[in-house]
């Protein structure tokens, strides 16, 4: 099983960023897709899920009303579009397909 990230950078306050998931060779019919992001010495926390093949997602208080996952079937790709970006949401973000981890994106939110 493979998981890649893509889609982070460096970004001003309010602004907004769209990271990118891909996963493959997947055999399970039923698994959570995530994001999860780690600030400096701090614990890696969950950011948002959606549960495939059914939808329903979750997303952490911090980020509700800002954030956005969702995914493409077909491609297996999970997304989280995050809007009004704030400097505490700077971290590294890391998508977890199952029980699969990708090697993490930077998102620095900065002026």
């Known amino acids: 099983v493979q998981v890649v990230e893509s889609g982070g950078g460096l970004v001003q306050p309010g602004g907004s960023l769209r990271l990118s998931c891909a996963a493959s060779?997947?055999?399970?019919?039923?698994?959570?897709m995530s994001w999860y992001r780690q600030a400096p010495g701090k614990e890696r926390v969950l950011v948002a899920r959606?549960?495939?093949?059914?939808?329903?997602?979750n997303y952490a208080d911090s980020v509700k009303g800002r954030f956005t996952i969702s995914r493409d079937k077909v491609k297996n790709t999970v997304y989280l579009q995050m809007n009004s970006l704030k400097p505490e949401d700077t971290a590294v973000y890391y998508c977890?397909?199952?029980?699969?981890w990708g090697q993490g994106t930077q998102v620095t939110v900065s002026s």
């Open positions: 959606i549960f495939s093949p059914g939808g329903s997602t």
């Open positions: 060779g997947l055999t399970f019919k039923t698994y959570y």
């Open positions: 977890r397909v199952a029980d699969f």
